[in-house]
């Protein structure tokens, strides 16, 4: 493990490893007020911002001020899908609107205030403005953002509405019930996502619907017919347990999937401050808009 990595993993396992390993502690924090989390000031100064209002919930769209090439991006920010956007997703989203994507940021609503349906609900209306766009787009999304992102495209697939070009998950979290039982074993090793408290958030999303709904859980979703992946893991990451089971089934579906496995590096890496997640980030930008 890189200096810089084992760093990042000392910070994170002293401030929020308790919070997730600690069920009660993770569902009291679940009922906190949510911040106000829109793009930061340093964004709105280098790149072209607007918002807009879809289905009750904010769209931001970033875009470059000159050098436009064409490419989209569609990004589901992650969290576990109780938390907000967070300033690490705005400096990825910046990157990629400097390199000449046009990035749209649905700040979708949370749990427990909000469930999956609603977020669907606005991505089908985000979508359906995005639609002649798709040869050109990228759908992507970190974490829960990934889980959504996946689900999301299973859900174009079998509704037989264009699909994007590419998607691209950062860590995904593919099984809100968190079955897959390698989960136990990455834990000791992650320092910083717990089981206890991503099922405390993963029943909150589902607001009682069965979590074998791909919608949730797109592990248990068709792989087949759907556009290549990219997708980026560390293996001191619980949600690692499930890439080899991605794997297998994209293999199967005859789906193009590039898979990035970082050793040692813990939960969305690309978006951290190491060097391992400068060279991730470098990667998406590229493959997302095909401008180093």
């Known amino acids: 493990m890189s200096i810089d990595t ?4 000392a910070y994170l396992r002293r401030t929020r490893k308790p919070l997730y390993s600690d069920a009660e502690r993770y569902a009291r ?7 106000d989390a ?3 000031r340093w964004l709105r100064r280098r ?3 607007a918002e807009h209002t879809v289905e009750g919930f904010r769209l931001v769209t970033v875009a470059p001020r000159t050098g436009a090439t064409g490419s989209v991006v569609l990004y589901l920010h992650g969290g576990a899908y109780v938390n907000e956007i967070a300033p690490q997703h705005w400096t990825l989203i910046g990157m990629l609107a400097r390199a000449g994507a046009t990035v749209h940021v649905p700040l979708y609503g949370l749990a427990p205030q909000h469930g999956f ?5 606005m991505l089908d209306a985000v979508y359906a403005d995005l639609a002649d766009a798709a040869p050109a787009l990228t759908v992507m999304g970190d974490s829960a953002g990934g889980g959504l992102t996946l689900g999301f495209a299973q859900t174009l697939r079998d509704s037989a509405r264009p699909l994007p070009r590419a998607l691209t998950l950062i860590a995904p979290w593919l ?3 968190c079955r897959n039982p390698e989960i136990d074993a990455i834990e000791a090793y992650d320092p910083w996502l717990g089981k206890a408290g991503a099922l405390v958030a993963g029943r909150a999303w589902a607001r009682g619907t069965d979590p074998d709904d791909p919608r949730l859980s797109p592990a248990l979703g068709s792989m087949a017919g759907l556009p290549p992946i990219d997708a980026y893991y560390g293996t001191f990451d619980i949600t690692y347990a499930d890439a080899a089971a991605l794997e297998r089934a994209c293999r199967d579906a005859d789906t193009p999937l590039d898979l990035q496995v970082a050793t040692g590096a813990c939960h969305v890496y690309p978006l951290v ?3 391992a997640g400068r060279a991730a980030r ?3 930008v590229v493959r997302a808009t095909g401008t180093p």
């Not at 084992?6 to 993993?9: F, N, P």
């Open 29 to 35: 924090h679940l009922q906190q007020p949510k911040a």
């Open 38 to 40: 829109g793009p930061p």
């Open 282 to 284: 470098r990667r998406i």
């Open 6 to 9: 084992a760093i990042v993993a």
């Open 273 to 275: 401050p190491t060097r």
């Open 175 to 177: 099984d809100i019930a």
């Open 47 to 49: 790149c072209a911002v």
């Open 117 to 121: 349906t609603e977020a669907y609900a």
